[in-house]
């Protein structure tokens, strides 16, 4: 994975989180995006990040199996 740096430009450090279906074994990663968020990728072919929304999921979109979510410890430097 290429490294990329990640500024909030205001308000709250956004939050990651793995979400996880018991059912069919389905995962993404999501961000939980209180503000606007500056990323910039340090390499062209870098992968796309986690997806950005405003409220997490409750349901799998594949089964509709309630899912589990873990935070992700991401660093977010200023």
Do not use: H, Q, W
Request: glycine share 6%; charged share 30%.
């Amino acid at each position: 994975m290429a490294p990329s740096v990640i500024r909030p430009l205001f308000g709250k450090n956004p939050e990651f989180y793995e979400m996880s279906c018991p059912k069919c074994g389905r995962k993404e990663t999501f961000e939980l995006s209180p503000c606007e968020m500056d990323v910039i990728a340090l390499d062209d072919n870098a992968p796309k990040g986690p997806r950005i929304v405003t409220e997490l999921p409750k349901r799998c979109p594949k089964c509709g199996a309630g899912l589990k979510r873990k935070k992700l410890p991401i660093p977010v430097m200023n």
